[in-house]
């Protein structure tokens, strides 16, 4: 791992640290974190936790299912990791989701501390009094935040400059413009019958960016009528923008 402080740096929270750097270790995001583009550190929650059994979790107040990470355990790890005013970021299903505007705006920071709970949940204590950002995939539930740990990092490190070989093409990949990506096609050029559209081999540039757009305005409008919703509402903004100058 490189020493350089000018790289972007992930901390990950954990009681499973031998789950890092996992498949962050292969292709781009491993060749950018053994070039030192980026760092990782792997911070095992144990080790904070006191007594003989190293106890992380308790019942939880109240009754109910499952255990409940311990507010003063949680705390000290992140005591021992955060920067000066830095805010932890802990993965949970009730946070805002993911998105490539906020994966843009991690990437622009100089490091992330990413709190992975396990059992039930953290307790909310700690997560007020650290004012801990909280960040979801989606509407679902994994068994532990390691995972949405991991797909967040490799959104944020395929940004960072250096890392992808054509830095360009970020710039029509799904969400950059507000919409889905449209369909891709190589060689052969028929397959199974199924030719490559005519488009793509005319070898007229305007004619394929058009129909490129196209085809992602018209998926998005069948595939996620949400994006397609807030891409004509952004339309409509900039035109009132423009009519206002």
Known sequence: MSSSTTCWRASVLTIFPEMF?????????????????????AVDIRKFAGGRHASVDDTPFGGGPGMVMRPDVVDAALEAVLAPGERAIYLTPRGRVLDQALVRDLAARPKVTLLCGRYEAVDQRVLDAREVEEISLGDFVLSGGEPAAIALIDAVVRLLPGVMGAPEGLNEESFESGLLEYPHYTRPADWQGRPVPEVLLSGH?????????????????????????????????????????
């Open 21 to 41: 750097p996992g498949p962050l270790g292969l292709s781009l995001a491993g060749k950018a974190l053994e070039a030192g583009i980026w760092a990782l550190d």
């Open 205 to 245: 540039h305007e004619k394929i960016r058009l129909w490129r757009r196209q085809q992602a305005e018209d998926i998005t409008r069948a595939r996620r009528p949400d994006l397609w919703a807030r891409h004509l509402a952004r339309i409509d903004e900039s035109k009132k923008k423009e009519t206002k100058r």
